[in-house]
């Protein structure tokens, strides 16, 4: 099935050139034929096979962590509790929750797309330590390993927070195992983010200056301070978990005079930055794909690039809002519900920004574009209920309630996994120098939009009704609302499979792709698809802004 | 951004090491005094000099880049904000609302 | 179109050193100091959760600290102290000796820190073990008697000494961890594998060292010298 890539209708006018005389043919050594073998793939230093072998983990983990939804959620198509036990309940929703966040989410962009693309994008050969980079990668198993082992031999039923003392003094599950596994994960977010900062600021081509980075290389960027400055603290908060379980060194433990609070402030301190780890880059994303398919400059580039500091900055200042009911001071619940409005006015300002972007611009719809919208749509929904939260007195009422589910479902799984998703369309044709199904692609898209919505807007209104969270048994009032739930999540299921299908498909049969197939500005458009392991044949020079494309109304300009 | 190797003098080493040496002295005399409140900023200070004294010469902060006092200077940032942030709440139950909080 | 196999190296003169994804020496060199100074931040946001839990427990349960603190043994920890600051003087020898190439000298200097390094860890393991005679260990055989602290003002030093133990011991496991890296450093160094235009792994082991050095400068009040005067 042929199928056309490139602007589709709603584009200028686009006359299809002979491959002759449009680019020079691609070279027949790329960096994926250059070797072959399981050791070229374990052993490798090269920045983009690193970038497949973390697309194979992390996509493993994502089903696994998938999984235990279908499994959560067919729990709760009754109000009765008569799947599982509720012991069992407890582990199901926290292994749910750390493969989730800590082996998918968090990775997922930076070590994909931002290991493949960012030394492409600035006229790199490779990042700055292209064996830490690997040994990232090993760490990362390494950790997923531990993890895996603690789930096989029982699993463990804290709830993906960890909360003192239960994970310290009470709870009888494999906690020290789940927590070095996630500890020793720490470390490979660290490097990686240790790599594109030393990388972004060191390795730029010539003529590249800050400002006429990509916005992707922006959001990396930003995103990588807080990988740097955040994850050791809860690699030393769990730690402290370890050694309480593990040798009784108990500085949480109330009958010692410990305090459970300190937990949580160490714990989230690290914890709410982590949720802009897990949207900055999906950010990123989004600015690729919005200039792209409105073939137009960004609306406000440095305010936008701006707004990627702000928010990994500012997201350090506000994580006491995830205490508000435990007992913090309510002088400092008052300080953080603040500092709280005041981090989503970046946010605001990039949904603006590409708002203002699609305007008179030249707009098509492919796939690409679709999960772009969509996760604008969906983030905004997520983020203004995120601002629900951050009140003070509304929050004491829908804390720990479905509402806060949802919210954070809208921005991780409407945001950021739709930002995954798009990308991983967009630059697929630079990755595997092959075209994906258009016409499957965008079905995929849209079941997994409408199967979303039917997933997570009904716990909206399920938690302001007073539904609990982590609870597998609730009143029967709340049934209609959880099945329709449960149905939406078989949905966004199917959708999920549809691409792990033609993507997969396209690798062996899908159409050979040129080096521009979406005429997009960027370095990493302007060499080979798939590149050679060097990414450029010669160094590449920068003479003009980011996203230069033509302006409307140049054509008539002779 | 520092284009050649500064190469430090010993001398500026031993200087330094006798410096903290004599830090650490008087750091250990003055937590033998009574000083009220101003022991433990006391103690902190000399230790803050002694750091500052490393991370300068020890480290050669002080003939690098402007990028590397740039990394120096968040890292203490953010330290700070740490301590002072989890510090901020305890020292302030009961300032406003319900009683233990 | 040019082959795959020329790519931007041009014509340069290699240095032996230099990989292939980077411009020059100098170039590799300034990325690899950023890149040791960015993985220093994250060590202090790592002890930094420690000092975090220390600062509040010390604002909670001042007695008990204080009642502890004089428990630990002063003398040794001030010469421990005292063993360090050496140790980051004979490594910034070393460093400097690998800058300015001499060899053996360099070996020398790196060995004597190791050695440093040694009887800091010994004199550590002479505390600990006091610290399990006389029960201030935390967990059940804990008894907190000797520290003239009585009932509910007891429980606390329990906090206390589970800090101790974290701090120092995450201390000193870095410590573990540093020594064989400057053997090994040493060994590279005694091989001839360094020069005054390459000597990068001396220098950034040295950073390594001199901060775990600063971890101590930090620890060694907070926990030895808590209310000396009462």
Same mark, same amino acid.
């Given at each position: 099935?042929?199928?056309?890539? $490139?602007?589709?209708?709603?584009?200028?006018?686009?006359?299809?050139?002979?491959?002759?005389?449009?680019?020079?043919?691609?070279?027949?050594?790329?960096?994926? @034929?250059?070797? &072959?073998?399981?050791?070229?793939?374990?052993?490798?230093? !090269?920045?983009?096979?690193?970038?497949?072998?973390?697309?194979?983990?992390?996509?493993?983990?994502?089903?696994?962590?998938?999984?235990?939804?279908?499994?959560? *959620?067919?729990?709760? /198509?009754?109000?009765?509790?008569?799947?599982?036990?509720?012991?069992? &309940?407890?582990?199901?929703?926290?292994?749910?929750?750390?493969?989730?966040?800590?082996?998918?989410?968090?990775?997922?962009?930076?070590?994909?797309? $931002?290991?493949?693309?960012?030394?492409? =994008?600035?006229?790199? *050969?490779?990042?700055?330590?292209?064996?830490? +980079?690997?040994?990232?990668?090993?760490?990362?198993?390494?950790?997923?390993?531990?993890?895996?082992?603690?789930?096989?031999?029982? $699993?463990? !039923?804290?709830?993906?927070?960890?909360?003192?003392?239960?994970?310290?003094?009470?709870?009888?599950?494999? /906690?020290?195992?789940?927590?070095?596994?996630?500890?020793?994960?720490?470390?490979?977010?660290?490097?990686?983010?240790?790599?594109?900062?030393?990388?972004?600021?060191?390795?730029?081509?010539?003529?590249?200056?800050?400002? *006429?980075?990509?916005?992707?290389?922006?959001?990396?960027?930003?995103?990588?301070?807080?990988?740097?400055?955040?994850?050791?603290?809860?690699?030393?908060?769990?730690?402290?978990?370890?050694?309480?379980?593990?040798?009784?060194?108990?500085?949480?433990?109330?009958?010692?005079?410990?305090?459970?609070?300190?937990?949580?402030?160490?714990?989230?301190?690290?914890?709410?930055?982590?949720?802009?780890? =897990?949207?900055?880059?999906?950010?990123?994303?989004?600015?690729?794909?919005?200039?792209?398919?409105?073939?137009?400059?960004?609306?406000?580039?440095?305010?936008?690039?701006?707004?990627?500091?702000?928010?990994? /900055?500012?997201?350090?200042?506000?994580?006491?809002?995830? =205490?508000?009911?435990?007992?913090?001071?309510?002088?400092?619940?008052?300080?953080?519900?603040?500092?709280?409005?005041?981090?989503?006015?970046?946010?605001?300002?990039?949904?603006? @920004?590409?708002?203002?972007?699609?305007?008179?611009?030249? /707009?098509?719809?492919?796939?690409? =574009?679709?999960?772009?919208?969509?996760?604008?749509?969906?983030?905004?929904?997520?983020?203004?209920?995120?601002?629900?939260?951050?009140?003070?007195?509304? !929050?004491?009422?829908?804390?720990?309630?479905?509402?806060?589910?949802?919210?954070?479902? &809208?921005?991780?799984?409407?945001?950021?996994?739709?930002?995954?998703?798009?990308?991983?369309?967009?630059?697929?044709?630079?990755?595997?120098?092959?075209?994906?199904?258009?016409?499957?692609?965008?079905?995929?898209?849209?079941?997994?939009?409408?199967?979303?919505?039917?997933?997570?807007?009904?716990?909206?209104?399920?938690?302001?009704?007073?539904?609990?969270?982590?609870?597998?048994?609730?009143?029967?009032?709340?049934?209609?609302? +959880?099945?329709?739930?449960?149905?939406?999540?078989?949905?966004?299921?199917?959708?999920?499979?549809?691409?792990?299908?033609?993507?997969?498909?396209?690798?062996?049969?899908?159409?050979?792709?040129?080096? +521009?197939?979406?005429?997009?500005?960027?370095?990493?458009?302007?060499?080979?698809?798939?590149?050679?392991?060097? +990414?450029?044949?010669?160094?590449?020079?920068?003479?003009?802004?980011?996203?230069?494309?033509?302006?409307?109304?140049?054509?008539?300009?002779? | 951004?520092?284009?050649?190797?500064?190469?430090?003098?010993?001398?500026? #080493?031993?200087? %330094?090491?006798?410096?903290?040496?004599?830090?650490?002295?008087?750091? %250990?005399?003055?937590?033998?005094?009574?000083?009220?409140?101003?022991?433990?900023?006391?103690?902190?200070?000399?230790?803050?000099?002694?750091?500052?004294?490393?991370?300068?010469?020890?480290?050669?902060?002080? #003939?690098?880049?402007?990028? %590397?006092?740039?990394?120096?200077?968040?890292?203490?940032?953010?330290?700070?904000?740490?301590i002072a942030g989890v510090i901020a709440d305890y020292v302030s139950r009961g300032w406003v609302g319900s009683p233990g909080t | 179109m040019s082959s795959v196999a020329d790519t931007a190296h041009g014509a340069e003169r290699h240095h032996p050193d230099l990989v292939h994804h980077f411009e020059s020496l100098p170039a590799q060199k300034e990325a690899a100091t950023f890149g040791m100074w960015v993985f220093i931040a994250q060590e202090v946001m790592f002890f930094g959760g420690l000092f975090a839990a220390y600062t509040i427990y010390r604002h909670l349960y001042f007695h008990a600290f204080v009642q502890s603190s004089r428990h630990l043994n002063l003398p040794l920890g001030a010469i421990n102290t005292a063993v360090l600051i050496c140790s980051s003087l004979t490594m910034a020898m070393g460093v400097h000796a690998s800058a300015i190439g001499r060899r053996r000298p360099t070996v020398a200097w790196l060995l004597l820190t190791v050695a440093l390094g040694g009887v800091f860890l010994g004199i550590k393991t002479v505390e600990y073990k006091d610290k399990f005679d006389h029960h201030l260990v935390p967990g059940e055989s804990f008894q907190a008697e000797e520290l003239h602290l009585e009932g509910s003002a007891a429980r606390p030093a329990q906090i206390f000494y589970a800090l101790y133990f974290a701090m120092t011991g995450l201390h000193a496991a870095h410590m573990v961890i540093g020594i064989p890296i400057i053997l090994f450093i040493a060994w590279m160094a005694h091989r001839g594998r360094f020069s005054p235009e390459y000597h990068t792994p001396v220098e950034l082991t040295g950073l390594y060292w001199h901060f775990v050095d600063i971890i101590w400068i930090f620890l060694f009040p907070l926990l030895y010298l808590i209310g000396r005067h009462h």
């Amino acid at each position: 099935m042929t199928t056309q890539i $490139g602007p589709g209708p709603g584009g200028p006018p686009r006359p299809p050139l002979p491959p002759a005389l449009s680019e020079p043919p691609a070279p027949r050594v790329n960096y994926l @034929n250059v070797a &072959y073998g399981v050791k070229s793939w374990l052993l490798t230093t !090269d920045h983009k096979r690193i970038a497949l072998l973390y697309l194979a983990s992390v996509t493993l983990m994502f089903f696994l962590g998938g999984a235990f939804a279908v499994l959560i *959620r067919l729990e709760l /198509v009754t109000p009765a509790g008569d799947l599982v036990q509720s012991e069992t &309940y407890n582990k199901l929703f926290t292994m749910h929750g750390i493969i989730m966040v800590f082996f998918f989410l968090i990775p997922s962009i930076p070590a994909v797309l $931002g290991n493949f693309l960012i030394p492409i =994008m600035i006229g790199a *050969r490779d990042l700055a330590f292209p064996r830490l +980079n690997l040994a990232s990668w090993y760490i990362y198993m390494f950790g997923a390993a531990f993890t895996i082992y603690a789930l096989v031999s029982g $699993g463990v !039923d804290t709830g993906w927070t960890f909360y003192a003392p239960y994970s310290t003094t009470y709870s009888n599950t494999h /906690v020290i195992a789940a927590g070095l596994g996630i500890f020793i994960n720490g470390f490979s977010s660290i490097l990686t983010g240790l790599n594109f900062i030393v990388t972004i600021h060191r390795m730029r081509a010539p003529g590249l200056t800050w400002f *006429r980075l990509p916005l992707f290389v922006w959001a990396h960027y930003a995103t990588s301070l807080i990988f740097v400055l955040g994850t050791p603290v809860i690699a030393i908060t769990l730690l402290t978990v370890v050694l309480e379980r593990a040798l009784h060194l108990g500085i949480y433990d109330p009958r010692l005079g410990g305090d459970p609070i300190l937990f949580q402030h160490l714990f989230w301190f690290y914890s709410h930055p982590a949720v802009y780890i =897990m949207i900055l880059p999906a950010m990123g994303v989004i600015s690729e794909l919005v200039t792209c398919f409105s073939r137009k400059r960004i609306f406000g580039y440095p305010v936008v690039a701006m707004s990627s500091l702000a928010i990994a /900055v500012i997201g350090f200042l506000v994580w006491g809002h995830h =205490m508000f009911v435990s007992g913090q001071s309510t002088y400092a619940g008052l300080i953080f519900s603040f500092l709280s409005f005041l981090v989503a006015i970046p946010s605001a300002i990039k949904v603006f @920004n590409w708002t203002a972007t699609l305007y008179k611009g030249s /707009v098509s719809w492919d796939t690409p =574009m679709l999960y772009a919208i969509g996760f604008v749509g969906l983030f905004t929904i997520g983020g203004l209920t995120g601002l629900f939260l951050a009140s003070l007195g509304l !929050d004491v009422h829908v804390t720990d309630t479905y509402f806060v589910v949802a919210h954070f479902h &809208y921005i991780m799984v409407g945001g950021a996994i739709m930002g995954y998703l798009g990308g991983i369309h967009f630059w697929w044709p630079k990755i595997t120098g092959r075209l994906y199904p258009e016409m499957w692609a965008r079905v995929a898209a849209v079941i997994i939009f409408a199967g979303f919505n039917l997933t997570f807007f009904p716990q909206f209104i399920l938690g302001y009704l007073g539904m609990p969270r982590r609870y597998h048994a609730y009143p029967e009032e709340f049934q209609v609302l +959880n099945v329709m739930s449960s149905a939406g999540a078989s949905i966004l299921g199917l959708g999920y499979l549809l691409p792990m299908i033609y993507l997969v498909w396209s690798m062996r049969y899908g159409p050979k792709a040129s080096a +521009n197939p979406w005429q997009a500005k960027g370095l990493e458009w302007q060499t080979a698809s798939p590149p050679i392991t060097e +990414n450029f044949e010669r160094q590449p020079v920068v003479t003009e802004e980011a996203y230069a494309y033509a302006v409307e109304g140049e054509a008539h300009i002779v | 951004m520092s284009s050649s190797e500064h190469i430090v003098s010993p001398v500026v #080493y031993v200087g %330094v090491f006798l410096a903290l040496i004599v830090l650490t002295g008087l750091t %250990v005399f003055a937590s033998t005094v009574d000083l009220g409140l101003w022991n433990t900023p006391v103690a902190l200070l000399i230790a803050v000099t002694k750091a500052v004294l490393v991370v300068l010469f020890f480290m050669h902060v002080k #003939y690098s880049s402007r990028l %590397v006092s740039l990394a120096v200077g968040a890292a203490m940032l953010w330290l700070l904000l740490l301590i002072a942030g989890v510090i901020a709440d305890y020292v302030s139950r009961g300032w406003v609302g319900s009683p233990g909080t | 179109m040019s082959s795959v196999a020329d790519t931007a190296h041009g014509a340069e003169r290699h240095h032996p050193d230099l990989v292939h994804h980077f411009e020059s020496l100098p170039a590799q060199k300034e990325a690899a100091t950023f890149g040791m100074w960015v993985f220093i931040a994250q060590e202090v946001m790592f002890f930094g959760g420690l000092f975090a839990a220390y600062t509040i427990y010390r604002h909670l349960y001042f007695h008990a600290f204080v009642q502890s603190s004089r428990h630990l043994n002063l003398p040794l920890g001030a010469i421990n102290t005292a063993v360090l600051i050496c140790s980051s003087l004979t490594m910034a020898m070393g460093v400097h000796a690998s800058a300015i190439g001499r060899r053996r000298p360099t070996v020398a200097w790196l060995l004597l820190t190791v050695a440093l390094g040694g009887v800091f860890l010994g004199i550590k393991t002479v505390e600990y073990k006091d610290k399990f005679d006389h029960h201030l260990v935390p967990g059940e055989s804990f008894q907190a008697e000797e520290l003239h602290l009585e009932g509910s003002a007891a429980r606390p030093a329990q906090i206390f000494y589970a800090l101790y133990f974290a701090m120092t011991g995450l201390h000193a496991a870095h410590m573990v961890i540093g020594i064989p890296i400057i053997l090994f450093i040493a060994w590279m160094a005694h091989r001839g594998r360094f020069s005054p235009e390459y000597h990068t792994p001396v220098e950034l082991t040295g950073l390594y060292w001199h901060f775990v050095d600063i971890i101590w400068i930090f620890l060694f009040p907070l926990l030895y010298l808590i209310g000396r005067h009462h």
